[in-house]
């Protein structure tokens, strides 16, 4: 048997679903029903109208068995696109959001597209950083929700990033994460040179820095839960425990055990076992 969880971001009985599904409600915004077989053929066009997401889980988790959570940063931990934002603000927007989004369909090598869009902010200030904090960047709504479902349970979470250091950083003091890495770019003189500096923060250092950080609290990827939405987050979400694609690029939607195409953070907690 198959537990199917869904979950609204409004009160719901679900009363779409077919009629011989024993659905049993669990708040006014889940259910869960014992099922042999999912077909998300038929059912995906359902919680599509319905703005209903649903996942599948041969044994359902509990969200107190986990040990830590890494996250992404761009559109997952905050709304916006770092880079695509101080692009804006240097006046290059444009041609930097065209390569960007065609780095996170898998349409782009990710290395070569960072470089290409990096290399867009040489000569422009480093105070582009205290810009763009201060008059772009969002956090997700309803984060605050997650995050203090992770705190309940005493669970570590770090912010993994594709985008840069200091942004990172300001994002891991504001949202009490324990720790953040991402990629740096280098300054001379206050200035971006155009190029990068130290450890790429591509695809497969995501998933090394998740498993590192497991062996280091002596946990098994099991106890791991990741977040992301690009291209470049599917080896950190196929290497936790449960990879969850928060509004992701189509190319994600198969590598995540937890899809949110509808609901969000204020949701998340839901799809675990009460």
Same mark, same amino acid.
């Given at each position: 048997?198959?537990?199917? @969880?869904?979950?609204?971001?409004?009160?719901?009985?679900? &009363?779409?679903?077919?009629?011989?599904?024993?659905?049993?409600?669990?708040?006014?915004?889940?259910?869960?029903?014992?099922?042999?077989? @999912?077909?998300? =053929?038929? +059912?995906?066009?359902?919680?599509?109208?319905?703005?209903?997401?649903?996942? =599948?889980?041969?044994?359902?988790?509990?969200? =107190?068995?986990?040990?830590?959570?890494?996250?992404?940063?761009?559109?997952?931990?905050?709304?916006?696109?770092?880079?695509?934002?101080?692009?804006?603000?240097?006046?290059?927007?444009?041609?930097?959001?065209?390569?960007?989004?065609?780095?996170?369909?898998?349409?782009?090598?990710?290395?070569?597209?960072?470089?290409?869009?990096?290399?867009?902010?040489?000569?422009?200030?480093?105070?582009?950083?205290?810009? /763009?904090?201060?008059?772009? +960047?969002?956090?997700?709504?309803?984060?605050?929700?997650?995050?203090?479902?992770?705190?309940?349970?005493?669970?570590?979470?770090?912010?993994?990033?594709? %985008?840069?250091?200091? @942004?990172?950083?300001? $994002? /891991?003091?504001?949202?009490?994460?324990?720790? &953040? $890495?991402?990629?740096?770019?280098?300054?001379?003189?206050?200035? $971006?040179?155009?190029?990068?500096? %130290?450890? +790429?923060?591509?695809?497969? !250092?995501?998933?090394?820095?998740?498993?590192?950080?497991?062996?280091?609290? &002596?946990?098994?990827?099991?106890?791991?839960?990741?977040?992301?939405?690009?291209?470049?987050? *599917?080896?950190?979400?196929? =290497?936790? &425990? *449960?990879?969850? %694609? !928060?509004?992701?690029?189509?190319?994600?939607?198969?590598?995540?055990?937890?899809? +949110?195409?509808?609901?969000? !953070?204020?949701?998340?907690?839901?799809?675990?076992?009460?």
């Amino acid at each position: 048997m198959t537990t199917l @969880v869904l979950v609204s971001r409004k009160e719901s009985d679900f &009363g779409f679903l077919p009629s011989d599904w024993p659905v049993v409600q669990e708040t006014p915004q889940s259910a869960s029903v014992e099922v042999d077989d @999912v077909d998300w =053929a038929t +059912l995906t066009p359902l919680l599509d109208h319905h703005a209903c997401d649903a996942a =599948a889980f041969a044994v359902r988790p509990q969200l =107190a068995d986990f040990k830590l959570v890494a996250m992404d940063m761009d559109a997952t931990t905050i709304e916006n696109e770092t880079l695509d934002e101080m692009a804006a603000i240097a006046g290059v927007g444009p041609q930097v959001k065209a390569v960007t989004e065609k780095a996170m369909r898998g349409e782009l090598d990710y290395e070569a597209s960072l470089r290409a869009r990096v290399a867009t902010m040489k000569g422009f200030s480093s105070s582009l950083y205290t810009d /763009v904090i201060e008059q772009r +960047l969002q956090v997700q709504p309803q984060i605050q929700t997650w995050l203090t479902a992770l705190d309940m349970h005493s669970i570590e979470r770090i912010l993994i990033s594709g %985008g840069f250091q200091p @942004v990172v950083d300001h $994002f /891991v003091e504001k949202l009490g994460f324990h720790a &953040g $890495f991402a990629n740096r770019m280098t300054i001379v003189d206050d200035r $971006f040179t155009g190029d990068l500096e %130290g450890d +790429l923060v591509d695809s497969q !250092y995501k998933a090394r820095r998740l498993m590192t950080r497991a062996t280091e609290l &002596g946990i098994a990827l099991s106890q791991t839960i990741a977040i992301g939405d690009g291209a470049n987050d *599917i080896p950190m979400l196929t =290497a936790a &425990g *449960i990879g969850v %694609g !928060y509004h992701p690029k189509p190319a994600v939607i198969a590598h995540a055990d937890i899809v +949110l195409r509808h609901t969000g !953070y204020e949701t998340l907690s839901l799809f675990f076992k009460p």
